[in-house]
């Protein structure tokens, strides 16, 4: 009923910068929360960064002050800019949306993640 695809991922430079997105479609009436995770090689997958319907935002301690998670409800998407990258921060990036898709019914989707690799 609802799909999310990522994009925006790829090979990038310790300091370097990249913007991930991601584009919800489906059938749904409404989505509430949006967030990116993240799941590094041989650890849990961990919230990165979470932007509400009402555009209160939360982001990890390791990353404040380094991404900015901003979305567009008009266009159900979800964008990550990621500056200041270091090696810490390779991982596969997630998208998850929290989607109204009945009158109380609700689910949480994910969409199939999109490779970060910090390297020189």
């Known amino acids: 009923q609802v799909q999310l695809v990522e994009s925006g991922g790829g090979l990038v430079q310790p300091g370097g910068s990249l913007r991930l997105s991601c584009a919800a479609s489906g059938s749904f009436f409404s989505i509430n929360r949006m967030a990116w995770y993240r799941q590094a090689p041989g650890k849990e997958r961990e919230l990165v960064a979470s932007?509400?319907?009402?555009?209160?935002?939360n982001y990890a301690d390791s990353v404040k002050g380094r991404f900015t998670i901003s979305r567009d409800k008009a266009k159900n998407t979800v964008d990550l800019q990621m500056n200041s990258l270091n090696a810490e921060d390779t991982a596969v990036y997630y998208c998850n949306a929290y989607v109204r898709i009945g009158f109380t019914s609700y689910v949480d989707s994910w969409g199939r993640g999109t490779q970060v690799t910090v390297s020189s």
């Open positions: 932007i509400t319907s009402g555009d209160i935002t």
